[in-house]
């Protein structure tokens, strides 16, 4: 079983910079996809990006240019780095997997895996 936890969340000023770390374990397939959601209050669930096994990365376009997802898989960690953050980019994130591919940004429903969140709140 596919298991991941996030970490890295906290406070950060208008055009600054954070780093979001995911630990997974459990992953035996070859083949697996990984992805940042992140979920404001009173706003649905969204997707941030996604990751597949062989390194190739997709973003949804409020974040492409200043988001950066990767993965070490010496380390069984999935990153998210966020640069030139926006108050609007304040919200719960949350790390997910899932077998197989991604092929694109899948929807939520697509993984199996998630973890508990870590809160990003962007703000002066």
């Known amino acids: 079983e596919m298991q991941v936890m996030e970490s890295g969340g906290g406070l950060v000023q208008p055009g600054g910079s954070l780093r979001l770390e995911c630990a997974y374990s459990?992953?035996?397939?070859?083949?697996?996809?990984m992805g940042w959601f992140r979920q404001s209050p009173g706003k649905e669930r969204e997707t941030v990006a996604s990751?597949?096994?062989?390194?190739?990365?997709t973003y949804r376009g409020a974040v492409r240019g200043r988001f950066t997802i990767s993965k070490d898989n010496a380390a069984n960690t999935l990153y998210l780095r966020m640069h030139s953050l926006r108050p609007e980019d304040t919200a719960m994130y949350y790390c997910?997997?899932?077998?197989?591919?991604?092929?694109?940004?899948?929807?939520?429903?697509?993984?199996?895996?998630w973890g508990q969140g870590t809160q990003v709140t962007v703000s002066s």
């Open positions: 990751i597949e096994s062989d390194g190739t990365d």
């Open positions: 997910a997997a899932a077998y197989g591919y991604c092929l694109g940004l899948p929807m939520e429903s697509r993984y199996n895996s």
């Open positions: 459990g992953i035996t397939y070859r083949h697996v996809c």
